[in-house]
């Protein structure tokens, strides 16, 4: 069974306006897959490059307009898979868009292409950027209903949601392949950029996060863990983030100096890495971190089901230095502020008292299991 995946249609619509589409996600996400089902579709017109081959890296180093007209031909389309493995991508990319007219070019690739390529001057004006995440409830409800979806919920808390799984039969190879793709995949990027120590260390700041989720993370006690520099800490923060493994969460704050604003909240963009990294596979029924399990499967799904509608607000926490907290916020281009709280169980949950007067405008919703579907698929 093949999910579509909406960022397909959202790129379509850029296909033929003279614009770089870059498709990011982390490995494993499907971004091959989405771009073969691109090319079929306009296949008379199209030509694919695979940037980890190195005939066809070497053959786009000759950054000449002749040299990118005879690759090109009188393709319209160009895909570059894992463009980033590309020296100087960047100005290859640019070049190409700037001087060859009707065509566009749809490039992917597991991490920001400033991660591992200088790209020189930005590509400003003539790109679109779009992330593909792993599968979202969102998408789910194209090929499933609302009773088979709730009834893939506790396991979809668990084992997450990376395409492979749903071809995956029993936990077993679910656990297998999740642990695989965690020692094997997702950080062959990042090891590959030059100033990272060692593997070791990411492994062991990803299990600190995976263990402090939904929790305010202090860089200068993961520095000390890791006996490594606060500066260092943050670094690889940054760098785990353009390889879309995890994703931080700022403070909120505008009109109370109570406000929490200083400290980051770091999330995984997929539960089961989470669990991968702890090598906790337990049925939630045993668990006792389902809480912010639940919080970060709201969390994340809120932000895929956002981007399905090419809508971008900013993303926090609100919380005070007294305990009052709201686990996501979202800030959008209008100055519109809506709170979410998230809860697994029917426990009663109101707005705090404290965002309530700062705040008066801002919109307030309960997440949990009863209405998740509506809020996410609305």
Known sequence: MEIPRYIQENLERHIGKQKVLMLYGSRRTGKTTLIENIYQKYSSSTLMLLGEDIQIANLLQTRTVTNYKQI?????????DEAQAIPNVGKILKLMIDTIKGITIVATGSSSFDLINDTGEPLV???????LFPLGQIEYAKVENRISSLQQLNQRLVYGNYPELIHLTSLEEKEDYLKSLVNSYLLKDLLAYSNVKGADIIFKLLKLLAWQVGSQVSTVELGNSLQISKDTVERYLDLLSKVFIIFPLSGYSQNLRKEVTKSKKWYFYDNGIRNALINNFSPIELRNDLGLLWEQFIIT????????????????????????????????????LTAFECKWGHKKAKI???????????????????NYL????Q
Not at 72 to 80: A, R, S
Not at 352 to 370: C, I, N, R, T
């Open 352 to 370: 705090p008292v404290a965002f309530s007067k700062a705040y008066p405008d801002a919109q307030w919703h309960l997440v949990d299991k009863q």
């Open 72 to 80: 090109i031909g009188d393709n319209k389309l160009v895909i570059i």
């Open 125 to 131: 004006g003539r790109n679109k950027e779009f992330k």
């Open 301 to 336: 799904e809120r932000i895929k089901r956002n981007a399905s509608k090419s809508y971008f607000p900013q993303y926090f926490f609100w919380r005070t230095y007294d305990g009052q907290e709201i686990d996501l916020l979202e800030f959008n281009s209008r100055q519109e």
């Open 374 to 377: 509506d809020w996410i698929e």
